[in-house]
């Protein structure tokens, strides 16, 4: 199963999914599979009301639909339509909407990576010593030109695809959900 990526090019896109309740409903969605939008509100502690419009607005955007299965007429069920949703930054960088956007996206994206890598670590005595053993954590420093990047980037994301078609079944025990963050970027200021 290779994972699906919805690639975002148009500002009012990424304003749309830019928002912290859409991100996390999507998340969820993602992660869990479907669900209505009462499950999502008492989930995030909101009123089915305020999910149910978030939902809308994922919709309309493209980010979710209805489930093909419902559990009844009275309440609709979503699901995410995309596994990974991408844009590009410098697609956005000549207007400040924009760049706001890429800005809001890019705060979430870090509350995300900072909130999961900290749960981790609280939560590791826990867990069996070969899942704290499997994991892995690392700070990496290269030297490379903007192409090297690109060139690294694309070959990482690779890698994951690979492993999304040999995901585990939900009901094989021993296998869990495994966040994977990739995070490669220039550091040092920026060159002229």
């Not at 993602?30 to 499950?39: I, N, V």
């Not at 995309?82 to 890019?106: I, N, Q, W």
């Amino acid at each position: 199963m290779a994972l699906v990526r919805k690639q975002v090019s148009d500002i009012e896109t990424l304003r749309a999914v830019a928002h912290p309740l859409r991100v996390r409903l999507l998340s969820a969605l993602r992660a869990d599979g479907p669900a209505t939008a009462t499950e999502l509100g008492r989930r995030f502690g909101e009123s089915s009301g305020s999910t149910s419009y978030h939902l809308r607005q994922l919709a309309r955007y493209g980010f979710v639909v209805e489930d093909e299965q419902q559990p009844s007429r009275r309440e609709r069920r979503w699901r995410a339509v995309h596994d990974v949703t991408s844009f590009r930054p410098v697609d956005f960088l000549d207007d400040g909407v924009g760049r706001d956007a890429v800005g809001a996206m890019a705060r979430l994206q870090l509350r995300h990576l900072v909130d999961t890598v900290e749960r981790w670590h609280r939560e590791q005595p826990d867990w069996p010593r070969e899942w704290v053993d499997a994991a892995e954590h690392s700070d990496l420093r290269l030297r490379l030109r903007p192409d090297d990047l690109a060139q690294l980037s694309r070959e990482l994301f690779e890698v994951v695809q690979r492993w999304a078609g040999r995901q585990r079944p939900a009901d094989d025990q021993p296998a869990r959900p495994v966040s994977v963050h990739v995070l490669a970027m220039p550091t040092g200021g920026a060159a002229g």
